[in-house]
């Protein structure tokens, strides 16, 4: 009796929450305050807008998370394999927790690909890709596309959708040239932001190409895989300014990419909008995607390493 009142209620709690996410305004998703940005930031913000292709992501979410069985699945699933594997292995073994950034046009439009552009002979490397969901996405401007991921099981989906995965400790000394770099929502999740900033610098400058790097704001910064280290944190911080999403992109453009060597070119905001459970239709944080030109030489790792300050906290 008193477990069938108690799954009731969580049902009725998720309904509520459901129709709480599912009728929020989404224009708001995609805004930003200009006045708490300097005039040049607030210059290059390009405005994204919700589509056919976000909307649907949200109707296979709700669908996912409403199927009872599935979520239980899940769910007795994800105690066992705890015992032996991380979040991130977990949800590439049942292939679930899937995420959306942005779609096609979406894509198009914030990279201003031209209507005659062809694919055939354009290489992108997608550093930290996940399962790939987001990457394919990409796929459909870049013929060839290679991947980095640490975690063995992603990898595995990774190779599963037919991209080339190379070695996460070596992909800035390849020869590869490449015509885009990207790094969605990797900067606050690795061991060395300092090392990985410089990193893309030297790659993005050989390869004469620009860099796409998506963080969410606020920083909050979480480290599941540390070559060095079973910490949490991070061995240097990325040194923002301030609370707000609107402080923290004007800290990272003026305090973190620019002394690193990079110059904005233009900048958008989207939800990352991440698959639902039993308890939500789908989840979501609040991306700044960045287009970044390498300029200059950027300075040592060494000299880019700060006092850590930033209070580490869950994955999505």
Known sequence: MYRGQRMANMLMDKERSDIELLTADRSAWYSIQSDMLSAEVASKFYMSFFDTASEQFLGYSTAVSNSLCLQMYYALASTFLSIFMTKT????????????????????????????????????????????????????????????????????RLQQKGFTVIPADTWANTHHKYNLVTALNLLDRHFNPSLLLSELHKKTTESNCLLMIAVVLPVRQYVEFNPSSRSTRADSAIGVKGRTFEEHANSLVKDVFEPAGFELVRWTRVP???????????????????????????????????????????EL
Request: one cysteine or more; glycine letters at 8%; aromatic letters at 12%.
């Open 272 to 314: 990352y909008l991440c698959e639902g459970d039993i308890n939500r239709a789908f989840y979501k944080l609040d991306d700044a995607v960045f287009l970044l030109r390498p300029v200059g030489n950027p300075p040592s790792v060494s000299t880019t390493q700060q006092t850590f300050s930033n209070v580490p906290t869950e």
């Open 89 to 156: 292995n977990i949800n590439g073994f049942l292939n679930r927790g899937g995420m959306f950034l942005f779609s096609r046009e979406q894509m198009k439009d914030f990279l201003d690909i031209p209507d005659d552009w062809i694919k055939a002979d354009k290489m992108i490397l997608d550093l930290g890709a996940g399962d790939g969901g987001v990457t394919s996405v990409l796929n459909e401007f870049y013929a060839k596309v290679h991947v980095t991921e640490m975690s063995k099981v992603m990898q595995w």
